[in-house]
């Protein structure tokens, strides 16, 4: 069965510094994902992407956040300055449609700012 | 009011027990619903799409009450392997799904 991957499964970084997440999508899919889960926390929607652009984002995406798809496979979260407040689950998500298509998961990055 | 609640749990039963879980939604225009489940610090996994008419996969059952913003689902003959948490979701239109914070289960032998 095709399945989202995520690289790496666990970053650590100093605060301030810059991280760049990544996914490789299903193939098919044409609509991206990425939400956040803090620890103990539920999961939280980020932003999602279609054809080249952001299509909508929340309020935890602010200035410090960018995605980009790179090439015709890669789907990637930056963050600029990593605040010790980004320390969670990152996973990415495809789907090959919006509202009533379900959204499949990548087994995630676990962020870690010391 | 939150936008998607669940009774947090834990639910400890035995095996071969039926289970239910419930949730409700606040967005009266969410137009699609899904149940996921998570295991521990893993991703979401999809367990089945919920639809008006309710349906049912193997031992699963989701049903739908649109007029109530209420979603359950129901787990018969529990297994071990369906120890989780159940996540709740709504997509109330176009791309954002909204997860409720899930109701744990937990089988005994």
């Known amino acids: 069965e095709p399945e989202v991957t995520q690289t790496p499964s666990h970053q650590v970084t100093q605060m301030g510094q810059e991280v760049i997440l990544r996914c490789v999508p299903i193939s098919n899919h044409l609509y991206f994902y990425w939400y956040r889960q803090i620890l103990g926390q539920k999961v939280e929607f980020l932003v999602s992407?279609?054809?080249?652009?952001?299509?909508?984002k929340s309020e935890i995406f602010d200035d410090q956040f960018s995605v980009e798809r790179p090439d015709g496979s890669n789907f990637t979260l930056k963050i600029r300055s990593t605040k010790l407040e980004d320390s969670a689950m990152y996973f990415c998500a495809s789907s090959d449609g919006t509202a009533t298509r379900p959204q499949h998961f990548g087994d995630g990055t676990r962020l870690s700012i010391l | 009011r939150k936008e998607v609640e669940q009774d947090p749990g834990p639910f400890n039963v035995p095996e071969g027990a039926t289970v239910a879980f419930n949730c409700t939604y606040s967005n009266s225009a969410s137009q699609s619903f899904f149940w996921y489940r998570q295991d521990c610090r893993k991703e979401p996994k999809l367990l089945m799409s919920?639809?008006?008419s309710g349906n049912e996969d193997g031992r699963f059952t989701a049903q739908l009450n649109r007029a109530s913003q209420y979603i359950s689902l129901l787990i018969r003959d529990s297994k071990l392997s369906d120890s989780a948490t159940y996540l709740c979701v709504v997509n109330k239109g176009g791309n954002k799904l909204v997860f409720g914070a899930g109701t744990i289960l937990r089988v005994k032998s």
């Open positions: 992407f279609y054809n080249n652009e952001i299509s909508e």
């Open positions: 919920v639809y008006s």
